[in-house]
């Protein structure tokens, strides 16, 4: 069952916003608001698309997760910051400034992929800067997606990952890696399970999505990530490891008892 209501409810609350402000934004009646909380009805998913969007969240966070008021404050600040730097005009001496890293916003990513050979929109890209010192081409890329992440742990939509290029022809892309993907028809994050000849094969941390092949010739650029910006904390060991870990103490604790008993 989609959790768009007990999220939409959730939204509203935190940005405090009543049923019929929340309407308006949308272009909905207050009666279908309240509906929709209410588990009723559900909205369509244009709607759905435009909500995403206007709070920058993932589709499949709306959908999917019942989310926290961490997951709709978390990135406020940073896309503040990058939004300056999004609107930054820069000079032609400060756009290689050195410690510069041209940033691909996940608005930006599909006219990236078309243009990402052309000098003069990869240098009016938004730069950050970073303290880092890596050798060869970094790029940072706005995660966009929630395939990286399991039981709120891992990579979040809208972290900030910094990247490095992987060089073509020489040694092979590493399993065990997180990489940014930059396909014909989207940029991917995944973790690299294993190379062949021809194909990489992918798997995302969250195991209820399936593995994913490529052909190595489809791939446009391979990004190994590096270092990940996120200002969402991710929360404590689950409730069923912490009890698990105490039964599995009172086990140990047990057997010494009995030893002792038999001596």
Known sequence: MSQI???IKRIRSAKKLSQSQFAEVFDLTRGSVGAYEEGRAEPKIDTIIQIANYFSLSIDLLLNKELTVNDLYHFDVLH????EAHHFQKSPARAFRKGGIGLVRIENQVEYIVNRNNKDFISNLPHIELPVNFKGTTRAFELNGSEMEYNQNGLHHGDILLCLLEPTGKAKPKPGKVYIIVHAEAILVRRLK???????????????????????NDILELWCVKGTYSTYLNPPKMIENRVMLLENRVVELEKIVMTFGKE
């Open 5 to 7: 209501g007990k999220n």
């Open 80 to 83: 503040q910051k990058l939004d």
């Open 194 to 216: 294993s190379v062949s000849t021809k194909n990489m094969t992918f798997i995302s941390d969250d195991p209820n999505y399936p593995d994913m092949i490529l052909s190595a």
